[in-house]
Antibody, heavy 120, light 107 residues
Framework: QVQLVESGGGLVKPGGSLRLSCAASGFTFSDYYMSWIRQAPGKGLEWVSY????????YYADSVKGRFTISRDNAKNSLYLQMNSLRAEDTAVYYC?????????????WGQGTMVTVSS | DIQMTQSPSSLSASVGDRVTITCRASQSISSYLNWYQQKPGKAPKLLIYAASSLQSGVPSRFSGSGSGTDFTLTISSLQPEDFATYYCQQSYSTPPTFGPGTKVDIK
């Protein structure tokens, strides 16, 4: 079935780095824009970054610009988020999500999320 | 960036009640408005896209309306599984932005 599975979260010290992965299955991954969206504990949803189907177009939220890098490997059906210079305020559950033009660019498929905790 | 607001921030309702949640955008977003349901510890689930289109598999008691800046999510008869937090989101422009959420709990 259509599925996204994130991995790579964990506990990291401020200033440290972490790389998240998202494995896609059940659909033609290379046809879709993909995003990372995060949710701090007890808070709402914050879009972090997206990447076009080919990887040629990338956008970041101002809060992560210059620190995070999104990428994808269509041959491996995988999405990545390299997070550097992590701060306490980056602590959140990170979701990967599929953006679907058939639903006016709504996020129609979400992974289960992976928790990132930034703390000394 | 387009700011999204929701009201109320929380509400208490009973099974069978009709529930309405409002979402407002800081500028016109045409019909590029989506609604999600999130239960504790789970990922959000798309309910409504393009303001009024029901996502496949979503019960027909959920409906959406509106255009421009003002939008509404309605649950016609609240069921036990509908107690959750609901978020609106605009997909009109980058960055996509979410409302702060409306928590629906049991009266």
């Amino acid at each position: 079935q259509v599925q996204l599975v994130e991995s790579g979260g964990g506990l990291v010290k401020p200033g440290g780095s972490l790389r998240l992965s998202c494995a896609a299955s059940g659909f033609t991954f290379s046809d879709y824009y993909m995003s990372w969206i995060r949710q701090a504990p007890g808070k709402g949803l914050e879009w972090v970054s997206y990447i076009s189907s080919s990887g040629s177009t990338i956008y970041y939220a101002d809060s992560v610009k210059g620190r995070f890098t999104i990428s994808r490997d269509n041959a491996k059906n995988s999405l990545y988020l390299q997070m550097n210079s992590l701060r306490a305020e980056d602590t959140a559950v990170y979701y990967c999500a599929r953006e679907n033009t058939a639903t006016d660019d709504a996020f129609d498929i979400w992974g289960q999320g992976t928790m990132v905790t930034v703390s000394s | 960036d387009i700011q999204m607001t929701q009201s109320p921030s929380s509400l208490s309702a009973s099974v069978g009640d009709r529930v309405t949640i409002t979402c407002r955008a800081s500028q016109s977003i045409s019909s590029y408005l989506n609604w999600y349901q999130q239960k504790p510890g789970k990922a959000p689930k798309l309910l409504i896209y393009a303001a009024s289109s029901l996502q496949s598999g979503v019960p027909s008691r959920f409906s959406g309306s509106g255009s421009g800046t003002d939008f509404t999510l309605t649950i016609s008869s609240l069921q036990p599984e509908d107690f959750a937090t609901y978020y609106c989101q605009q997909s009109y422009s980058t960055p996509p932005t979410f409302g702060p959420g409306t928590k629906v709990d049991i009266k």
